[in-house]
T-cell receptor
Framework: SQTIHQWPATLVQPVGSPLSLECTVEGTSNPNLYWYRQAAGRGLQLLFYSVGIGQISSEVPQNLSASRPQDRQFILSSKKLLLSDSGFYLC??????????FGPGTRLTVT | KNQVEQSPQSLIILEGKNCTLQCNYTVSPFSNLRWYKQDTGRGPVSLTIMTFSENTKSNGRYTATLDADTKQSSLHITASQLSDSASYICVVSASRGNYQLIWGAGTKLIIKP
């Protein structure tokens, strides 16, 4: 069966510090991968999606970046965090079907 | 502008009662509409997915309806349980893929014993 992992679960970082969030998927090959951010009381916002290794599409211009170094690994990064980067970050995957599966999320607080 | 609006923002009901959550959308083109359940601090989990031609879909005690003419959907929960306490999110897709999803802000449902 397929499983999606995200870590860390929670993170508190000072403004200006770097960020690296990791997501891995098990039990499937060549998945589409997504990074979302959820602010309190708001709908999910798609940040990046990837249809293959090294292929990244950015939906929202910001100080975040994403990389996909391996087929089932998706990394969200920032060189310098802003206060506005605080939120709940979710990784998701699918295989060209309507069904999309989400990871457990990372709660990021920038102080 | 593509939008998904949900009502009410929050709802409190007693265990065992039924409830209905509403979703209105202005998304074009339309591919499909989904309802997700999101427990606090967790990722969303899919409940139902409906395409243009489907107007009702059930998943256990959850029944979703879709009126593509009026661009409205509802999620009915029957015989609520404490474990139904969560946010319920309506999502509309403007394409076959999952990279053009318009997410509602959700309805926070609290079930009281």
């Amino acid at each position: 069966s397929q499983t999606i992992h995200q870590w860390p679960a929670t993170l508190v970082q000072p403004v200006g510090s770097p960020l690296s969030l990791e997501c891995t998927v098990e039990g499937t090959s060549n998945p589409n991968l997504y990074w979302y951010r959820q602010a309190a009381g708001r709908g999910l916002q798609l940040l990046f999606y990837s249809v293959g290794i090294g292929q990244i599409s950015s939906e929202v211009p910001q100080n975040l970046s994403a990389s996909r170094p391996q087929d089932r690994q998706f990394i969200l990064s920032s060189k310098k965090l802003l206060l506005s980067d605080s939120g709940f970050y979710l990784c998701a995957w699918d295989t060209d079907s309507y069904e999309q599966y989400f990871g457990p999320g990372t709660r990021l607080t920038v102080t | 502008k593509n939008q998904v609006e949900q009502s009410p923002q929050s709802l409190i009901i007693l265990e065992g009662k039924n409830c209905t959550l509403q979703c209105n959308y202005t998304v074009s083109p339309f591919s499909n509409l989904r309802w997700y359940k999101q427990d606090t601090g967790r990722g969303p989990v899919s409940l139902t997915i409906m395409t243009f031609s489907e107007n009702t879909k059930s998943n256990g005690r959850y029944t979703a309806t879709l009126d593509a003419d009026t661009k409205q959907s509802s999620l009915h929960i029957t015989a609520s349980q404490l474990s139904d306490s969560a946010s319920y999110i309506c999502v509309v897709s403007a394409s076959r893929g999952n990279y053009q999803l318009i997410w509602g802000a959700g309805t926070k449902l609290i079930i009281k014993p």
